[in-house]
Every structure is written in C-alpha cells, then in structure tokens.
C-alpha cells in the first residue's frame, strides 16, 4: 500500500565496483548504504530482477510494484515494474500490454480494482496513455483506465483506502491537466464518482509515505512539518486529519523528531509508526528510536522494549499479536536482541522482540504483505543473513507458522528470446525466430508453435501509432498485417521460424513493425500450460531502417564563426523544464530533447544548452540518459561541455527536475570513437547519466576524432 519506505530520502544504492559503500546524511545522523549484491548464476527461477516496492492482495493473488522487469532467471518476461503472483498455484502472470513503463511505487485494492502509484506515464506497449503517475487495473477485466484528468503532476508514493475514497500521498500538486490544483503532496480521489479533491489548507508543504485509519481519523506519515498553507504547524513528520470534519491536527509534543517517517499501522486504537526518529519533536519523549506506538485515545506515545531498533523502519505488518517490521536494522538499539537483520518480530502482548529463522535477510527490506498467516517481503535482498535460503531474489515468502523462509518460484510457458530482438533495428528481415522458454505442442492445430494463426506481424498505419493491441482483438485502425508465408518449429531448441512471403529491406520498408506471439488465443506447451497464463500476447518491437550510425558532431571548426541555417520544424528541440548542473565546471543550463534524426542526432542549434537524446532513459528515470553539449560553439568559443573530460571519479552531476536535485556521482571517463554509439547508450538498470562530447579537434578536416562519455550513477534525490 506503500512507496518503498527507503524512498523517504529517496536513497538509490549505487554499485561501487570495490569502494566502501557510499554515505548519505539524513540530519546529522549518518545512514550507512549497502552496495546491491548480484548473485553469480541462477540456478532456479526464484524472485525477480529488481527492487520491490509495493505489495497488495486481492483475493489469494499478492500483486507487486517495483522496478523488476522479469523473474531473475529471465522464464516470464514482460514484467514491467508490476506483477501478478498466484498464492495458490505459485505462478507469475504479466499484466496487460506488459506492465508499465515507469516504476512503481505504491499499491492498493478497493473491491476488485487495483490502483497503482509511481513514476510512470503508460503502459509499457503503449496501448493504454495518459496514466501520468497514477492508474488503476481492473482485476477482473484484466484492464487499464487513466484516472480523471490524466491523473497527477508528480510522483505518487503512498494510497490510503477510507471506504470507495482513495487518499493519495506523493509529491504531486495538482492533477495533471490542472482541472484541480492546491493538492500538495496529498488528494482524495473518490472511486465512484471519479472526483478529485484537495484536503484543507492545501494539504502538506512535502511528502507522504504511508496511511492508516483510525475511526474516522486519517493519520498519515512522511517528511512534512506543516500543512502547505501554513495554518497547522509543528505536525513533525505525522499528522492526523478527520475525514468527517476534513481538519488537520498535529500530535503531541510536535510529532517526531526525524528527517521522515515511512510506516504507519492501526491496531484498535494503537498507532504504530516506523521510520527515522529517536523521539518527539519537543523532547518530551525519547528512546523511541526508530519505532513507536501511539495510543490515540490517551494521545500518549511510548517506546518499545530495549528503546526501540538500531537503523531506521520502512514498513510494518501485523499477524494476530506479533507486530513485524522490515528496514535497514539489524538489532534492538540496546543490543539485548540482535539477529535481526533488516526484519523483525515484536509481541505486542508480552513486549517482547525475535529474530526470524536465520537471522533475517541480507540486504534492505522495503516492504510487507500479509495473505493468512504467511508474511511476504519485498526488497533488495537476495537470501537470508545466515545463507540457508538463497534464491530469494527481491521477494519472499516466511511462513509465520513453521517459522521458515521460501522462495517464489515460477511455472510459466514464455517467450525467451527473439530475432529480432525486442526494440532492435535491422537493415533486413526475411525471417524471424520466436524461441520458448520451453517445450510446445506442435503439428499445425491451432494452439500449436508452428500454427500460423498464432502469429501476427502489424505495422502502424498514418497515425504512426499501433492501434492493434492482442491477438485476440485482432488487427485494428489504420494498422497495416503482414503475411507471413510459414511456420517450422523445432522442438529440439523450442525455436519457431517465421518466413515471410518477401523480405523487408531498407529504405523501401523503413518503418516500425510489431510481431504478436498469441497468449490470448494460444500456443500451449505440452502439459496444456499457456503461453504467458492466456492472460497477454507477446510483444516484439523492432524498426526496419538505417541503425544509428555515430554520435553526433558537438563542436564547430576552431579559428571562425559559424553561420547557422534556420532549424527544420522537423529538427526542433523538446524544452524539458529541466536543468544540468555540473558544480565542478561551473555548468549550470537547460536540457533539452533533441530528436532522432536519420543515422544520429543533429544538435546544430544546441547552443549553450545540454540536449537529451532521444532514444536514451528519459532525465531521472530509471536507465541510462545521455546528455550531450558542444565542446566548442559556433561562435568561436568553448562549449558548455569544453572541460568534461577533466571530471574525475566522485566529482558530481546535477539535474534539477520539478524542484527536486538528482545527484549523479561520475563513475567512468573514457575516450570513445564516434562511430560506438553503444559505448554511450550502454544498457543500465538504474539511473544513470552519460555525457557525450566531442574531442581531439583535427584542424585540417575541421572535425573531431573522437567522443568523451563520461558516465555517473545517481546517489541521492533531495
């Protein structure tokens, strides 16, 4: 129901290749950061390949939120930053159109429908848009609607249900077609009317990460102080607000004394808020550290026993008396139980602390879910602390009965791989290979891998857009199919070879092309298991045309001014709103998007400005931006990226984004050739900035021999 709790200081835990893990300071307490653990094979298909965020249950299916894109072992693809998990037959499922193309931070039910919150815009096919941060999937019908007025402006981090209300918390403050504004960091959306509304006084002047109801009163937690309009002050990262009167109120003693509280959770008439914190704001009440409980009808707060946990609390869970909470700890902060490695137990009734089996896990836990009496946790780990459960992976099971840790594992028929590979380009095609994770039936009956019924090859039509969105519906809008002439599977590599009836050849068929492998009609393998459950189609993505040829020219001949031409319409730059800082070379401009043009990018009338290329992770998200600049400007003088090359391992890159800073850490400096455009575009899981220029100026040709790509990982969001 919750952003993961470690995004209250929106901390990314960066790779470090052999260095000491890096150090943020929340207040003036320090808070120690683990490199990510990568594991040296996968032997089973346990887990998945990210981070995991947010948890929610309808029904026995426990969906999850994160930024995964597929089980660790690569057998059910096309997870994109959100899944389904059966509790009862222990499968993985796609979501429709594959998941989302942003992550995902927050999940919640109401009835049957599931709302999601995060950073992303779409679905990851592009069949459902305009999802700007917020959306919700209708569980049953299995689809996607936007929220009303394209839902927000921001990111959305945290949900709260009150009856068919729906509370938002996030960094939002407004909807994003600005029909309802003064929604600062926290709305109500009314599910049945499909209504927006913001809370009294504007809501709160930052962030919210978690909900939890109490009566009629809504508390709420996060790394606010006051509400946005100033009128309730002293609220200390918790708040309370009564639905039925809609006003704030603040809790004793000024709230907590933290940089930000990430978890709340109701027991009867007991709060019990997690987060970073040793006591109340005020000082009346201390050894709260990191966790407490506040009695709302006493309004008193206390501690827990041995005063508390030793690092911070990102979510909390309660089955019958035990209270568990998952986080960065790793024992009571008076060291009287230790063990507890980034998840514990707490016995309300007897006040009392235990470690789980194996002293818990070995690496950040972001978040919890209960389905009967098991626990499932979400996170960053990979096993248990002691190493006798591996294969973990991001998510597991603990069974609060036997007391033992499992896996997720996966029985899925999918599609492993392709040629093309997804989202490639090719300057020709008269074939294409469709291979399965596994065995299929074959023989030509219609849920066979040789039926050619199972496959369907579009291209868009004037609208330059895939109006076709499964198999099942068929070819759709102006949307052209292409024939393919026969189907020969090979059951000794579970390989499909598609031959068409001519090839597609550049320039003649420049253009995008989508390949649908039928899960919605099916292909089957042989114990009857569908392709991707029935539930979605494959997906291949790939462009008939020149492939990008070189990085573009980012400097103008040395000694002479030069004169520009006027910019093609079709050539025109994207304002982002958005600025690069780099503090080391006194840098500070706008970015802007620069298109795809031909065989690379024209950055002519780049100017002063840093151009986003196109085609790379958009500024701040997840992946790999490459931003360019002019090394030497038409006037005669040194361009905004003139002294890139003298950056240096630690040195830092700022980008200012919707009053936030991304800090980037350089990691890489090296000298490229500027025909390896994959040396800049390098695939990334996580955010990652490359800086491109040109370099080593031939006088006698008047151009550059080589590019510098200057790459840096993202370390903190303020």
Known sequence: MKLSKIVSTLLILVLMLGATPAQITLGATPLQLQPIVHSASAVTDYGLNGEVRALAVVGTDLYVGGLFTQTQSGVVTGLSKIAKYD???????????????????????????????????????GATTDLNYIAKYDTVTKTWSALTDKGLSYAVYSFGVVGNDLYIGGAFSQTNGGATTNMHSVAKYDTVTKTWSALTDQGLNSQVYDF???????????????TKGGAIKNLGTIAKYNTTTTTWSALPDKGLNGTNSNAL???????????????????????????????????????????????????????????YMGGWFTQTSGAATTGLNKIAKYDIATQTWSALTDKGLNNLVDVLAVVGTDLYVGGKFTQTSGGATTGLNKIAKYDTTTNTWSAL????????SSEPADTSTKQNLSQLIVTFNKDVVSGGGTDAGDYLGNYLLMFPGANNIFDTVSCNAGPAGDDGELRIKSASYNSATFTTTLTLYSALETPTHDGKFRLFVCGTTSVHDLNGLELNGGLSDAQINFTIGPAQSALPETGFRHGEVTQLPNQPAAKAYENTAMTLEIPKLGVNTVIVGVPQSDASWDVTWLGNSAGYLAGSAFPTWAGNTVITGHVWDAYNQPGAFAEIKSLKYGDQVQIQAWGMTYTYEVRESKLVTKKNVNAAFQAEEYDWVTLVTCEFYNPFSGDYLFRRAVRAVLISVQ
């Open 87 to 125: 509790t009862v037959t222990e499968t993985w499922s796609t979501l429709t159109d594959n998941g989302l193309n942003g992550d995902v931070y927050a999940l919640a039910a109401v009835g049957t429908d599931l709302y999601v919150g995060g950073a992303f815009s779409q679905t990851k096919g």
């Open 212 to 226: 939890a109801l109490v009566g009629d009163d809504l508390y709420m937690v996060g790394v606010f102080n006051e």
């Open 265 to 323: 959770l109701a027991n009867g008439t007991d709060l019990y808020a997690g987060g970073w914190f040793t006591g109340t704001m005020g000082g009346a009440n201390t050894d709260l550290n990191f966790v407490t409980k506040y009695d709302t009808t006493s309004t008193t707060w206390s501690a827990f026993t041995d005063t508390g946990l030793d690092n911070q609390v990102n979510d909390l869970a309660l089955i019958n008396t035990d209270l």
């Open 409 to 416: 594992t996966a029985e899925s028929l999918v599609v492993a």
